[in-house]
C-alpha cells in the first residue's frame, strides 16, 4: 500500500484501527483452528500409521497366496469362485465437525465368513481357494477400516496447508500493511496538530504584538487561548 496516497483524517485513523483488530482477531481464530486440526491430524496419523503397516503385510501375504493358488487351480477356477463368493456391503457413515472441517468416520458389516457362507461346496474345493478367501476377506475389512482415515488425512492435510497459506498472509503481509498505514496516519494527525498548534500561537504573538504597540488590550480570539 502507498501510504502516501492514505487519507491523513480521523474517520481513516478509526476504521484502519478496526481493520487492524479484525485482520489480528482473524488470524487467533485461524490459529486456534490450526491447533485443532493438528490435535486430531495427529491422532489420526498414529491410528492410520499402525494400521497401513499390518496392511502392507497382509496384501504381500495375499499376493503370494494368490499366485500360488493360480499356479495350482487355475486362474478360470479361481475367477470362477470368487464371482460366486460375492457378498453385499453395508457401511454406516458419519461425521462431525472441527471448527468447520468435515472428519468423516465409516463403520462396515463383517466380511469374514465361514467356508459355508461363501456360495460353493466346501468339499469341492482345496484348502488353499478356502486360505485365499478367507485372506482376501480379512484384507477387504481392513481396507474398509483405513479407508475413511486416509480420506481424512488428505482433507484435514489440505485444510491445515490452506490456514497456513491464510496465517502467513496476515502476518507477512495484511498486518504489518495496516499498523504502518495506522503509522502514517497518526503521525500526519500529528505533525498537523503541531502545525496547527504553532499557528495559533503565531497568530496570538503577532496580535499582541499590534496590541502593544497601539497600547491597547489584546482582542484574541477564543479559539486561539
Same mark, same amino acid.
Given at each position: *500500500?502507498?501510504?502516501?496516497?492514505?487519507?491523513?483524517?480521523?474517520?481513516?485513523?478509526?476504521?484502519?484501527?478496526?481493520?487492524?483488530?479484525?485482520?489480528?482477531?482473524?488470524?487467533?481464530?485461524?490459529?486456534?483452528?490450526?491447533?485443532?486440526?493438528?490435535?486430531?491430524?495427529?491422532?489420526?496419523?498414529?491410528?492410520?500409521?499402525?494400521?497401513?503397516?499390518?496392511?502392507?503385510?497382509?496384501?504381500?501375504?495375499?499376493?503370494?497366496?494368490?499366485?500360488?493358488?493360480?499356479?495350482?487351480?487355475?486362474?478360470?477356477?479361481?475367477?470362477?469362485?470368487?464371482?460366486?463368493?460375492?457378498?453385499?456391503?453395508?457401511?454406516?457413515?458419519?461425521?462431525?465437525?472441527? *471448527?468447520?472441517?468435515?472428519?468423516?468416520?465409516?463403520?462396515?458389516?463383517?466380511?469374514?465368513?465361514?467356508?459355508?457362507?461363501?456360495?460353493?461346496?466346501?468339499?469341492?474345493?482345496?484348502?488353499?481357494?478356502?486360505?485365499?478367501?478367507?485372506?482376501?476377506?480379512?484384507?477387504?475389512?481392513?481396507?474398509?477400516?483405513?479407508?475413511?482415515?486416509?480420506?481424512?488425512?488428505?482433507?484435514?492435510?489440505?485444510? *491445515?496447508?490452506?490456514?497456513?497459506?491464510?496465517?502467513?498472509?496476515?502476518?507477512?503481509?495484511?498486518?504489518?500493511?495496516?499498523?504502518?498505514?495506522?503509522?502514517?496516519?497518526?503521525?500526519?494527525?500529528?505533525?498537523?496538530?503541531?502545525?496547527?498548534?504553532?499557528?495559533?500561537?503565531?497568530?496570538?504573538?503577532?496580535?499582541?504584538?499590534?496590541?502593544?504597540?497601539?497600547?491597547?488590550?489584546?482582542?484574541?480570539?477564543?479559539?486561539?487561548?
Amino acid at each position: *500500500m502507498a501510504v502516501e496516497s492514505v487519507k491523513t483524517t480521523r474517520d481513516e485513523l478509526l476504521r484502519t484501527r478496526q481493520e487492524l483488530k479484525i485482520a489480528q482477531d482473524g488470524k487467533d481464530i485461524l490459529e486456534k483452528k490450526k491447533e485443532a486440526l493438528l490435535s486430531r491430524f495427529l491422532n489420526m496419523v498414529r491410528a492410520y500409521k499402525g494400521k497401513r503397516e499390518a496392511l502392507l503385510e497382509d496384501i504381500k501375504h495375499l499376493k503370494d497366496t494368490l499366485a500360488l493358488t493360480r499356479a495350482r487351480e487355475g486362474t478360470v477356477a479361481v475367477r470362477s469362485l470368487a464371482l460366486a463368493t460375492s457378498q453385499d456391503l453395508s457401511l454406516e457413515i458419519s461425521k462431525d465437525n472441527v *471448527m468447520g472441517t468435515k472428519i468423516f468416520h465409516m463403520v462396515h458389516t463383517a466380511l469374514l465368513r465361514d467356508m459355508l457362507s461363501r456360495g460353493y461346496n466346501p468339499a469341492s474345493i482345496s484348502s488353499r481357494i478356502e486360505a485365499l478367501a478367507a485372506t482376501s476377506e480379512r484384507l477387504l475389512d481392513k481396507l474398509l477400516g483405513i479407508a475413511h482415515i486416509e480420506h481424512n488425512l488428505k482433507t484435514v492435510g489440505k485444510e *491445515m496447508r490452506a490456514l497456513n497459506r491464510k496465517i502467513n498472509a496476515l502476518e507477512e503481509s495484511i498486518i504489518p500493511s495496516l499498523r504502518t498505514k495506522l503509522r502514517y496516519i497518526q503521525d500526519a494527525l500529528e505533525q498537523h496538530e503541531r502545525e496547527e498548534l504553532f499557528r495559533l500561537k503565531m497568530i496570538k504573538r503577532v496580535q499582541a504584538g499590534k496590541v502593544e504597540a497601539a497600547g491597547g488590550v489584546p482582542d484574541v480570539p477564543a479559539a486561539a487561548l
